[in-house]
């Protein structure tokens, strides 16, 4: 959906979102909504937008809310990744926090389930939260030196979600579920590493800085959901 839509068209939206987004609002229609803020050029993307960003500091350990922000910029970021650049650093501090306690949540459900327990369902929340990470990395190339630190090689958040990273690639490569991505990448996978997803090799690679991640690159990126 476009920012240049007929004004009867955007406010149609902005009632819609607040319908669905407003208080006891179900929240369904997130997906179709990060869609429609684009890249916020348009005064009601931007309100859309910082419905969300008002809502970053606020959820807590609320679980489903978390989840229903991880969703929205997940989606939102790969559409339109200069929205990256819309965030304030308090934001993005915030969403990488929620990020990495939904990640750590997951790993414990991926260990207490064990191999053989491991379900769709479980992997595709990993999904959902590595494919908002992979986006979240483009900080790294932010004019912000302090932004651009966030996720750098070595720094705090980095190495926290590494550890994550490889706990869950673990996990999911013994197990018989196959993860699927909406970001296909291009990868150089050793032979002995091709049941490891390509999304959360990758992600190995970018959060370790190792070499290897300057042979990874984006080749397709599906709005379809598997």
């Given at each position: 959906?476009?920012?240049?839509?007929?004004?009867?068209?955007?406010?149609?939206?902005?009632?819609?979102?607040?319908?669905?987004?407003?208080?006891?609002?179900?929240?369904?229609?997130?997906?179709?909504?990060?869609?429609?803020?684009?890249?916020?050029?348009?005064?009601?993307?931007?309100?859309?937008?910082?419905?969300?960003?008002?809502?970053?500091?606020?959820?807590?350990?609320?679980?489903?809310?978390?989840?229903?922000?991880?969703?929205?910029?997940?989606?939102?970021?790969?559409?339109?990744?200069?929205?990256?650049?819309?965030?304030?650093?308090?934001?993005?501090?915030?969403?990488?926090?929620?990020?990495?306690?939904?990640?750590?949540?997951?790993?414990?459900?991926?260990?207490?389930?064990?191999?053989?327990?491991?379900?769709?369902?479980?992997?595709?929340a990993v999904t959902r939260d590595s494919?908002?990470?992979?986006?979240?990395?483009?900080?790294?190339?932010?004019?912000?030196?302090?932004?651009?630190?966030?996720?750098?090689?070595?720094?705090?958040?980095?190495?926290?979600?590494?550890?994550?990273i490889d706990e869950v690639t673990m996990?999911?490569?013994?197990?018989?579920?196959?993860?699927?991505?909406?970001?296909?990448?291009?990868?150089?996978?050793?032979?002995?590493?091709?049941?490891?997803?390509?999304?959360?090799?990758?992600?190995?690679?970018?959060?370790?800085?190792?070499?290897?991640?300057?042979?990874?690159?984006v080749t397709e990126v599906s709005d379809?959901?598997?």
């Amino acid at each position: 959906m476009q920012g240049d839509l007929p004004d009867f068209l955007s406010t149609e939206v902005v009632r819609q979102f607040d319908l669905d987004w407003g208080k006891n609002g179900a929240k369904r229609l997130g997906k179709a909504f990060a869609h429609a803020v684009g890249d916020a050029r348009q005064p009601w993307q931007k309100e859309l937008l910082n419905t969300w960003r008002s809502e970053l500091p606020v959820v807590g350990d609320d679980a489903k809310s978390r989840t229903e922000l991880i969703e929205v910029f997940r989606v939102a970021l790969w559409y339109s990744p200069s929205l990256l650049e819309l965030l304030a650093i308090d934001d993005l501090e915030t969403l990488l926090d929620l990020l990495h306690a939904s990640m750590l949540g997951l790993s414990r459900r991926l260990t207490l389930a064990g191999a053989s327990g491991i379900s769709d369902s479980l992997v595709s929340a990993v999904t959902r939260d590595s494919e908002l990470l992979l986006a979240l990395l483009r900080t790294r190339s932010h004019a912000d030196i302090r932004i651009s630190g966030l996720l750098a090689p070595g720094a705090e958040r980095c190495r926290r979600f590494a550890f994550l990273i490889d706990e869950v690639t673990m996990l999911i490569a013994g197990s018989a579920i196959v993860m699927k991505s909406r970001i296909t990448l291009q990868t150089r996978k050793p032979e002995n590493l091709h049941k490891t997803p390509d999304l959360l090799y990758s992600l190995g690679l970018y959060l370790t800085g190792d070499s290897g991640a300057g042979s990874i690159c984006v080749t397709e990126v599906s709005d379809e959901e598997d």
